[in-house]
C-alpha cells in the first residue's frame, strides 16, 4: 500500500515539475526545449502506468478464470 | 484471511487515496490536463488491486457454494468471465469518457456488450432448449 501512494506524489511531482520547467523554458525563449521536456515527462509518467495497468490486468485475467 | 478490523481500515485507505488523488489532479489539470489524466488511471488502476484480495475470496465462497449445490462449473466459469469483461469495459469506458471522448467510451461499452452476449451463447442455448422441450408440441 505503501508503493501506491509514493507513486500518486511522484506522478504528481513529475507533473507539477514538468509545468515548471515548461513554464521557465518558455520565458526564456526555448519553445522547443520545453515541448521536448513534456514530452519526456510525459513518456516517464506513461511509462508507470502502463506497468501498474498491466498488473492490473494480469490480476483480472488471474481471478476472473480467463487463464485458469 | 485477515481479520474483519484489518478488512475495515481499507475503505478509509481508499478514501485517502482517493482524496489526495483529487487534489493532485486538479492542481496538475491547471498546467497539464494530460499528466492528470494519467494520475487518475493510475489511481483507478491501484484502487482495484487493493480490492482484489477481497474479490477473490467472495469468488472462492462463490466456487464453493456451487460445488456443494451441483451446479455445472462451465455455467460458473462463464459468469465469472463476464463479470470480468464487464468490469474492465467500464474501467476503459468511465476513463475514457473523463477525458472527454464520448465516442470512443460508447463503442468500448458497445465491444463489451457485444462479447459478453457471445461468451453467453452456450447458456442462453440451453435456456432456450429447455423452454422448447417445455412447449407441448
Known amino acids: 500500500m505503501g508503493i501506491d501512494v509514493d ?7 513529475v507533473g507539477i515539475i514538468v509545468a515548471f520547467l515548461h513554464t521557465v523554458l ?9 515541448q521536448w521536456v513534456t514530452l519526456v515527462g510525459f513518456i516517464f509518467i506513461l511509462f508507470m502506468v502502463a ?13 476472473f478464470l480467463f487463464e485458469g | 484471511m485477515r481479520d474483519k478490523g484489518e478488512i475495515a481500515i481499507e475503505i478509509l485507505k481508499i478514501v485517502g487515496i482517493s482524496l489526495i488523488a483529487t487534489f493532485l489532479a486538479l492542481v496538475i489539470k491547471e498546467q497539464k490536463p494530460n499528466f492528470a489524466f494519467l494520475l487518475v488511471v493510475f489511481v483507478g488502476c491501484s484502487i482495484f488491486l487493493m480490492l482484489l484480495d477481497q474479490i477473490s475470496q467472495i469468488i472462492n465462497m462463490i466456487e464453493r457454494i ?11 466459469e462463464t459468469i465469472l468471465k463476464i463479470i470480468g469483461i464487464a468490469y474492465i469495459a467500464e474501467f476503459a ?6 477525458a472527454g471522448q464520448g465516442a470512443i467510451a460508447s463503442k468500448i461499452e458497445l465491444g463489451g456488450k457485444i462479447l459478453i452476449l457471445a461468451m453467453a451463447i452456450p447458456i442462453l442455448t440451453v435456456i432456450i432448449e429447455t423452454i422448447i422441450k417445455l412447449i407441448p408440441s
Open chain 2, 93 to 98: 469506458s468511465q476513463i475514457t469518457k473523463d
Open chain 2, 66 to 76: 456451487a460445488v456443494k449445490a451441483n451446479v455445472n462449473m462451465v455455467y460458473l
Open chain 1, 26 to 34: 518558455d520565458q526564456v525563449g526555448k519553445k522547443e526545449y520545453a
Open chain 1, 7 to 13: 507513486l500518486i506524489f511522484k506522478i504528481a511531482g
Open chain 1, 51 to 63: 506497468s501498474v495497468m498491466d498488473d492490473l490486468f494480469q490480476k483480472i485475467k488471474s481471478v
